[in-house]
């Protein structure tokens, strides 16, 4: 009892301090609490996600602006500032308990996919190099993807938001759902890509060996000479051990030097594309964004 009572006071001292200060100053504290999440966010996505040694300042400053300009300061206006006066002509038509779904249903379903969505693939696509055309494609393309994973987690939480929560702790109420929805989505998709990425280096360590035995079998029929006998089926890197629709090796994976031409006799230099981490909705990009930006 006595322990209990000793972690009640702990955890109540701070709340009850974060609280005041939230009423006190609700825009600095609003602004204050979106800067220190998206930054940390990214911070996380790079070391622990990404596994990079060294952190790309850049685009940390750039998401932490993106932090402040529209998770804080925009926000901060639309959640008490504009929302309130929307409720307060909303309840006499609709009475108390129909204010927050409609709040919610504005947000939801107007303010993000309007402006937040845009915003966001304009913000990715300029820390990635991508011009804001091809954003702006990405963004149609992932739209519906984007709103249900949205829904999923924001429309509970902005209902409770809404409902239960003072206007000066609006902001900082979601900062912190979204930060608790950025470590489970960025845990799950670093399982899930080591998964991937494992199996990525198998299959092409396969095709590569696949494509070397077919070299020297056109080699040695070339030149007159008996051609080298295939690994067993099974083994890594036989055809045989291929699905039909691998048998045909891509010119990409095909061994090139600069100016070289490749299987399909033009000069190609395959180039993964950067995958971003999304720091925003926790985990790496592609979408969906999981709305953890907030």
């Not at 609709?94 to 107007?110: H, M, N, S, Y």
Request: hydrophobic letters at 45%.
């Amino acid at each position: 009892m006595r322990a209990w009572t000793l972690m009640k006071g702990l955890l109540w001292q701070p709340c009850h301090a974060f609280a005041v200060m939230a009423k006190r100053w609700p825009a600095s504290t609003g602004v204050g609490c979106t800067v220190v999440k998206t930054a940390a966010a990214d911070l996380f996505a790079q070391k622990v996600i990404e596994g990079k040694e060294q952190i790309d300042w850049r685009r940390n400053s750039v998401f932490s602006s993106f932090g402040f300009a529209y998770l804080g300061l925009w926000q901060y206006y639309l959640y008490a500032g504009v929302f309130p006066k929307i409720a307060t002509r909303a309840a006499t038509v609709l009475g108390e308990r129909g204010v927050p779904p409609l709040l919610t249903f504005l947000d939801q379903c107007v303010h993000h996919p309007v402006l937040y969505f845009p915003s966001f693939y304009l913000l990715r696509g300029y820390v990635g190099g991508e011009s804001a055309e091809l954003s702006m494609q990405k963004c149609q393309e992932d739209f519906w993807t984007n709103l249900k994973a949205l829904w999923v987690v924001w429309v509970p939480s902005q209902y409770v938001n809404f409902k239960y929560m003072p206007t000066h702790m609006r902001v900082p109420f979601v900062a912190a759902v979204s930060a608790v929805w950025c470590v489970i989505m960025s845990v799950f998709r670093g399982e899930s890509a080591t998964v991937a990425q494992k199996e990525e280096i198998q299959r092409m360590q396969e095709l590569v060996a696949a494509s070397a035995v077919a070299a020297a079998a056109a080699e040695a029929a070339k030149e007159g000479g008996a051609a080298p006998s295939p690994p067993p089926p099974d083994s890594p890197g036989s055809l045989g051990s291929l699905p039909p629709e691998q048998d045909a090796i891509p010119a990409q994976l095909a061994p090139e030097k600069q100016g070289a031409p490749g299987l399909d006799g033009e000069s190609k230099q395959h180039q993964q594309p950067e995958v971003l981490p999304d720091p925003i909705h926790g985990g790496c990009m592609p979408m969906p964004v999981c709305r953890s930006f907030a």
